[in-house]
């Protein structure tokens, strides 16, 4: 195992297999293209039954990750323990007044994602839920770029983003997704106690089978020719509207 300021990272099929095994958070496995061999099968297979996401590289690229014999496996580990689908519902179930969660839909933008948990965290949000795969990893740039609020707010990886929207349906949660496709002006929404608020990936915006399970749209006003804000700075705006309405 190597741990920088940049990464903890393990290597060696077993190691792997070991870490995942122990409930290690895993980003990401990087293993080599045409490995074939049964223990990297048996990986292989472990890592997808815990959807764990797998990327095929060159050998190139595992011999630049770490100089040691990797036998053709190389995993990323979070410097964070992630919450699973029943520590949310848990988490849930201990919010009786208020509850306020932030969902990221594919947003793969590491400094995005550091940026908005800084934000989630100083506005109070209770939750933040990622996707397994497609998602930002949680490295040294997250850590850096929320100045340490990652360490403060629950994240929750869920295998689709879809389970954990009908979760909170299922505790009557209303689901508010941030798109320019809304006829609803973020500033003519009126937020309850309990609610979730979607914002999609930096390139596409929400995926239009999350828009489906939505309860609501909303949108910021654009007052300027640019027609769409940075992610970071959009959830910004949203989170702190949700502030103003407790609060004021």
Sequence with gaps: MIDNKEKVIVFGI???????????????VFIQRGLNNKNGFE??????????????VPIEKLNRLTPKNH??????????????????????????KELSVLILDQLSDVRNFGAIVRTAECSGVDCIIIQSSGSAPVNGDTIKTSSGAIFNVPICKVSHIKDAIFLLKQHEIKIYG??????TDLYQTNFGKKQAIIMGSEGKGLSNSVIKLCDSLIKIPLLGKIESLNVSVACGAILYELVRQKNY
């Excluded at 990986?43 to 815990?50: C, G, Q």
């Excluded at 053709?72 to 849930?92: C, H, M, R, W, Y």
């Excluded at 941030?178 to 006829?183: N, P």
């Design 14 to 28: 077993r190691a792997i297999i070991e870490a995942v095994d122990s409930n290690k958070s895993i980003n990401k």
């Design 43 to 56: 990986l292989i297979k472990k890592l997808n039954s815990k959807s764990i996401e797998i990327s095929y």
């Design 71 to 96: 036998q053709g496996a190389v995993a990323t580990i979070s410097p964070i323990k992630f919450l699973n689908i029943q520590d949310l519902s848990e988490l849930i179930e201990s919010k009786q």
């Design 178 to 183: 941030a798109s320019e496709k809304s006829e």
